[in-house]
């Protein structure tokens, strides 16, 4: 039996301790009490606050953990945990959309964003966030926080976006799946509010390419309309399909890269954690796929005893 005194401090919001992860931690209440250092730090006690929320971890509740350990206390009061919030910051905001937007001739005026904190983490603005607005007044652009385990907190920003390029523009109607054709397109200048994010700007980056969408007589054609362009996105959630002889799951995950179609990617799955490689098949899609000679090893088990494991696989997103 560990005979120790612990001694835990009220709780109040200007005493909540900080946590990063989605859990708290045996780590986390040994940072306040020394007693519980002896377990296993990795050992969850409870889920962590939503951001801008508390978890008060109260008085019984430590003493029943405490118990089960064999830690005898002297005094124990409840302990307070919050995750760590900041405001967001004009430049950096702009300095993301500048990247989103990928139109270095772009000239973008920041009108307003969120002023509530936010968790901290990535700032994300996915271009399909964006509702353009087709005059001076400014567009309304949805964005997220990743933080934790890949989760997502949203966020906007209202953006007015002028810029001075030339941009390829679609002569006929032109269809899913079909290469594009020296005579369907022309290039036309613009000068100012751009009515289709990452617009092309020369005939070479569209000739030739397959389209992910129809795009209609006198539209501008967006890079993101073409089968070169990003399907996935650092952050975004991603459905993972894990086929083999032997199995088939279908499970949630956070992409820790870029990611075209066809391309081998790093993702990490959202409830075990486990980070992998996928190839995207799609938007916001990927697959794993095991051969005859990978289930032979039983790499195929394994992996997925790693991807989906324990109780409560459905939970999990594993099915």
Known sequence: MIIAAVYLAAASVMDCRIVT??????????AAAPAFSSIDGNSVVSY????????????????????????????????????????????EMLHVIYRALSMPTADVELVDFSHSPVPVGDIVFPRAGLSLTPSVGPSFWKGYIVYGGGQHFPIWARVRIRARLNRVVATDNLVTGKQVRADQVRIEPLDGVPDAM??????????????????????????????????????????????????????????????????????????????????????????????????????????????????????????
Not at 21 to 30: F, K
Not at 307 to 314: A, D, T
Request: aromatic fraction near 2%; hydrophobic fraction near 40%.
């Open 48 to 91: 962590s606050p939503t951001p801008g929320a508390t978890r008060i971890v109260r008085e019984a509740e430590l003493a029943r953990l405490a118990a089960r350990y064999g830690i005898v206390t002297v005094d124990i009061r409840s302990l307070c945990f919050q995750r760590e919030m900041r405001q967001l910051d004009a430049s």
């Open 198 to 319: 990452a617009p092309a700007q020369s005939i070479e980056q569209v000739v030739g390419k397959n389209l992910l969408r129809p795009v209609r007589r006198g539209a501008t054609i967006s890079l993101d309309d073409l089968s070169t362009a990003l399907v996935v996105r650092r952050g975004d959630k991603v459905d993972v399909d894990l086929e083999s002889p032997a199995l088939r799951l279908r499970f949630e995950a956070a992409a820790e890269m870029d990611g075209r179609l066809g391309d081998r990617i790093r993702l990490r799955n959202l409830q075990t954690r486990v980070t992998f490689l996928a190839e995207v098949s799609g938007k916001d899609q990927a697959r794993v796929v095991l051969s005859e000679e990978t289930n032979h090893s039983g790499a195929d088990l394994r992996l997925a005893g790693a991807l989906c494991s324990g109780r409560g696989q459905e939970e999990k997103g594993c099915r």
């Open 21 to 30: 992860d989605d859990v708290i931690r045996m780590r986390d209440l040994a």
